[in-house]
């Protein structure tokens, strides 16, 4: 990754180069072609470096010519001011008389004052030499001067800084001793040492920690907040992150300000140019206020969180991407019902909510896709996968369904064969192109079944109500390498997340920003029909009008049949009669029934008072949709 290094000699630097030090480390040669952007980026550079110097010797002109004038001015007219004395008169009630004695006596201690002073400064100036005056005169410009610095402090709004200063990157040493208070290494810490100096960046600094030898940089992961506290600054400004090719050096990132209370708008707003969703997803910024992308083409994603914890705002940055890639073909399937998904019927193959029976068919149809998109590459020859050039000469696109609260598909009837679908097209659609997104406010089992929990290899963790949640999402041991989602502040941190990508470490990041109160997601769906009405992608008519499938209520209903109220033993009996191979009982019915608000209680049928349905909930539950 390239960055502008700041105080590093002002100097665009490949990111290892800031940690020169490394042994074996050869630095990345300048690609053909890009030395020009290098040489206009480091004049740029330059040229911003001298607009700063050019301002701060015009506000240091300034500050150095208008204090002395401005200070001794007021100063003065205070002094004339007291000498006439404005502050007695009629106003106050005193008469001319009294006030005229003031002024006189005032006159008299003036000249008191004065008189001694201009006495002493001309007998120097004859005796002694011939630039007391101007010794005096100093002293007076001297005194004005204090007086106008006291007075623009006291104005100023903010505390003041000087130039150079203030940046709050610590000597070398401190950082060491914060680290072994820390304890990110145990035993002979006396060895613990910088192998890289601290380096200010634009918004923070860097270092790189070489632990004691034999000590693992991987044990430190999870002690940010512990190195945070010794070195006095907020734990969400600390961020690790391993080096691959030194396993006991760890690269230290300080951040002046937490990057997480930022918002950060979503790069997708106001973008009306095609987009190329196999480069990646813009996902968010991480701890460095770097961006984040997220390849959803190699893998199937898991979002998860408690709620409100920024779900919709991930996937919709996700849905959006698609949207603008002007070819993936988009399915949303809603569980939630709240009509979250509104925004982009126009431009989505499918958009419905609370249909399982519906989703069943399509992810069955999803998977006669893969399997044809399979064939075809047998055919081609070439690569096992899917990729863009393969896209365009087989005729395929992307396929990309995303099934948001999945617990109310996965608890459905139909949830056992939608769980075997999803559980095939989270392992093999990638590679067809048939791509998965599942977000849940719940990460129970019931929710997500751990076999689709282990083929998504994409996972997002938002704010989780604990740990053990938090392990539900990013893996068991996830707690104890020190990736925590339920550690992420609730209310300040909506959107933040740990993003576990297989294969590498994960990140914690912030989403970007799409406001789904205001006309972001209607701005980014009118610029992606543009663009699909263009290119001739747009489903045939728009995405059918919201469909909820009632069939359970229907189901429980018939087998209820002519009765008012039936106890939930009876009621079973007549379900499993009727489906054998649902496998109902009593739980099973309540999960069935939960989504559409309908609970059992006690109730009296035959002078018997036990647990059981009322038809009338049964009937409102299907007038309420
Ligand atoms: N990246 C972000 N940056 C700033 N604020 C955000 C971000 N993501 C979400 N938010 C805020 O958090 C609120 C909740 O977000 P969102 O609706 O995405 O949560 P959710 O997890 O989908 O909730 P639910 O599960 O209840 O549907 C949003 O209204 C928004 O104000």
């Not at 007021?74 to 009629?90: K, N």
């Not at 196999?278 to 199937?300: C, Y």
């Not at 747009?538 to 087998?559: H, I, K, M």
Request: net charge positive.
């Amino acid at each position: 990754m390239t960055q502008i290094a700041e105080g590093h000699e002002g100097t665009l630097l490949p990111f290892p180069e800031r940690v020169p030090e490394l042994p074996g480390y050869v630095p990345d040669p300048v690609p053909e072609g890009e030395g020009f952007r290098v040489r206009l980026a480091r004049f740029a550079q330059g040229v911003k470096h001298r607009r700063h110097l050019l301002k701060y010797a015009v506000k240091a002109t300034y500050l150095t010519v208008s204090a002395p004038v401005v200070g001794t001015a007021r100063l003065a007219g205070t002094g004339w001011r007291w000498i006439r004395a404005d502050d007695y008169g009629s106003a106050r009630g005193d008469s001319p008389a009294f006030v005229e004695a003031v002024r006189t006596r005032r006159r008299r201690q003036a000249w008191m004052i004065a008189g001694p002073y201009l006495g002493v400064t001309a007998g120097a100036w004859l005796l002694w030499d011939g630039a007391a005056p101007v010794l005096s005169l100093s002293l007076v410009l001297g005194t004005g001067t204090a007086v106008e610095v006291k007075r623009r402090l006291a104005d100023r709004t903010t505390p003041l800084r000087f130039p150079g200063l203030g940046k709050k990157t610590p000597a070398d040493n401190a950082v060491v001793r914060a680290a072994i208070s820390a304890k990110l290494a145990t035993g002979s810490v006396e060895e613990m040492r910088l192998a890289s100096p601290v380096i200010t960046e634009a918004s923070g600094w860097s270092t790189v920690l070489q632990l004691p030898p034999g000590q693992r940089a991987r044990k430190a992961i999870g002690k940010e907040a512990d190195f945070a506290s010794a070195l006095g600054v907020g734990e969400t400004q600390v961020v690790f992150d391993l080096l691959p090719e030194h396993a006991g050096r760890l690269a230290v990132y300080v951040a002046k300000a937490d990057p997480f209370l930022k918002i950060y708008p979503s790069p997708l707003i106001g973008r009306t140019d095609p987009m190329d969703f196999w480069a990646g997803i813009p996902a968010g910024v991480n701890g460095r206020g770097k961006p984040e992308t997220l390849r959803l083409v190699d893998a199937s994603l898991l979002v998860a969180g408690e709620p409100r914890a920024g779900k919709s705002a991930a996937v919709n940055g996700i849905i959006g991407c698609a949207a603008l890639a002007v070819t993936p073909r988009i399915h949303l399937w809603d569980g939630k019902g709240a009509g979250d998904h509104r925004p982009w019927r126009k431009i989505a193959h499918t958009a419905e909510k609370r249909n399982a029976s519906g989703l069943l068919a399509h992810l069955k149809r999803m998977q006669a896709q893969m399997e044809r998109v399979f064939d075809m590459l047998d055919e081609a020859g070439g690569s096992a996968k899917l990729t863009p050039a393969l896209c365009r000469q087989l005729g395929v696109d992307i396929e990309l369904t995303v099934v948001d609260e999945t617990r109310y598909y996965v608890t459905s009837p139909q949830g056992e064969e939608i769980v075997d679908a999803m559980v095939d097209i989270a392992s093999r659609g990638p590679a067809a192109g048939v791509l998965l997104v599942l977000a849940s406010q719940r990460m129970t089992t019931d929710a997500i079944p751990g076999p689709l929990k282990g083929v998504c290899s994409l996972r997002w963790a938002m704010r989780c109500p604990d740990s053990t949640a938090s392990n539900a999402v990013l893996g068991q041991g996830a707690v104890g390498r020190g990736f925590d989602a339920s550690e992420i502040p609730r209310r300040t941190h909506r959107g933040v997340g740990i993003l576990d990508a297989d294969g590498s470490e994960p990140v914690k990041l912030r989403s970007y920003f799409l406001d789904d109160s205001g006309p972001d997601l209607t701005d980014i769906a009118e610029a992606a029909y543009v663009l699909r009405q263009a290119a001739g992608t747009l489903p045939a008519g728009p995405a059918p009008v919201d469909q909820v499938d009632d069939a359970p209520v229907r189901d429980v209903l018939a087998a209820m049949g002519e009765a008012e109220r039936m106890h939930t033993a009876e009621l079973v009996a007549r379900l499993a009669e009727r489906q054998p191979s649902m496998g109902w009982d009593a739980s099973k019915l309540a999960a069935v029934l939960r989504p559409y608000g309908v609970t059992p209680g006690d109730l009296k049928v035959g002078g018997i008072n036990k647990n059981g349905y009322r038809r009338e909930d049964l009937l409102a539950a299907l007038g309420g949709f």
